[in-house]
C-alpha cells in the first residue's frame, strides 16, 4: 500500500524558509535590504533562513512576502472552495442526516 510521508510543522516552516532565500537571492537582495524593505529585523531573517528560528509571526512573514512581490501567491496556497460555506451549510441542512425505516 501507499504509506504518505507525514511531514512536521518545523519541516513546513523549513521549506518557507528556504523559498524565501530562494526568492531573495532571486531578486538579488541581502538579507539586510529584505531587512529594510519588509520592515522585518535582519537577526529575524538570519535565523529564519538558518532554521534557528521556527516561530516567526504571521505579520513578519507576509512583511517578507510583500517585500518579495510574493503576496499575490497566497491564492496558489489557500485557493477559495468551490462553494462557499454559508452554502455547503444549506445544502447541508436539505440532505438528511439519517434514513427512517417504517
Known amino acids: 500500500m501507499?504509506?504518505?510521508k507525514y511531514i512536521t510543522n518545523k519541516d513546513i516552516v523549513d521549506i518557507l524558509a528556504a523559498r524565501i532565500k530562494e526568492y531573495r537571492l532571486a531578486a538579488r537582495m541581502s538579507q539586510r535590504e529584505l531587512a529594510c524593505k519588509s520592515g522585518v529585523g535582519y537577526t529575524t531573517i538570519s535565523h529564519f533562513e538558518q532554521?534557528?528560528?521556527?516561530?516567526?509571526?504571521?505579520?513578519?512573514?507576509?512583511a517578507?512576502?510583500?517585500a518579495l512581490g510574493m503576496e499575490?501567491?497566497?491564492a496558489e496556497?489557500?485557493?477559495?472552495l468551490p462553494v462557499p460555506p454559508l452554502a455547503l451549510r444549506e445544502i447541508n441542512k436539505i440532505i438528511p442526516k439519517r434514513?427512517?425505516?417504517?
Open 2 to 4: 501507499f504509506e504518505e
Open 51 to 62: 532554521g534557528a528560528n521556527s516561530n516567526m509571526s504571521l505579520g513578519n512573514f507576509i
Open 72 to 74: 499575490n501567491r497566497m
Open 64 to 66: 517578507l512576502l510583500r
Open 99 to 102: 434514513v427512517r425505516r417504517k
Open 77 to 80: 496556497l489557500l485557493p477559495e
